[in-house]
Every structure is written in C-alpha cells, then in structure tokens.
C-alpha cells in the first residue's frame, strides 16, 4: 500500500506529466480486434518502416492508424522539437470504444442485432537514443 491520503496520492501521480509524443483517435469505426491486427505489425517500428507497412496494408484499419501515425510525427516535431528520422513507436494500442446497435430484420417477424464497434486508437512514441 502507498503511504499517505488518496487526494495526495493523486496529487503526485498526475504531477508526473508523459513528455512523449503521442496521437489519440477516439470513437474510431473499426473494432478493437481488427485494429489490433495493424497495431501489432508496427509496435516497436521505427517510423519509416512503419509508414511503409501502413501504406501496403489491406486492412481498412491501417488507413485510419496511417493518419494517426503522421499525426503524432507532426506532434513530436512541432510541440516536442524531435527529429523524425529519430522516431520509433514505444506504444500502441486500441481500447474499446461504445457500440451502435443495430436491428437486422430476420424470417417470421424475428429482428437480430447487428453490433457496430467502436475502438479508442492511441499511438505514442519516443526517440531512439
């Protein structure tokens, strides 16, 4: 157990501020599995090799982390002052974002659910040393 009140707890864990750069999608349309799929291939990939898995990737998936990764290059050169050929991603993963459900009319009056899935997209990277 850590010592002392939770508000000081607190207090001490958010003073500790993550200086990486990073990119957040929220509310992507593409299921948490099928953008894991993507993810996997690039984590721990320097930027460039990344960019060029992304850009001959089938998957709808890549197209949407593609834009991301670009974003968070273009956050680590202008708010952070990084190089890009320095670049790499530390982290990447997707968390499950809410789900539109839809009905699906079926034979004899019958209505299925269809579940549209929704994901929470983060890329965050870091300079080789």
Request: aromatic share 6%; hydrophobic share 35%; glycine share 4%.
């Amino acid at each position: 157990m850590a010592k002392g009140h939770r508000s000081q707890i607190k207090r001490a864990r958010n003073a500790e501020k993550d200086t990486r750069p990073s990119a957040k999608l929220s509310y992507a349309r593409v299921s948490v599995q099928k953008a894991c799929f993507v993810l996997d291939a690039i984590r721990g990939k320097d930027v460039e090799t990344a960019l060029g898995i992304l850009a001959y990737n089938p998957r709808y998936a890549s197209s949407v982390i593609e834009k991301l990764l670009k974003s968070a290059i273009a956050n680590a050169e202008n708010n952070n002052g990084m190089s890009a050929d320095n670049l790499y991603i530390e982290e990447c993963y997707a968390n499950k974002g809410p789900t539109m459900k839809r009905i699906r009319p079926r034979a004899q009056g019958r209505a299925y659910r269809i579940e549209k899935r929704m994901s929470h997209i983060t890329i965050v990277l870091n300079e080789r040393a």
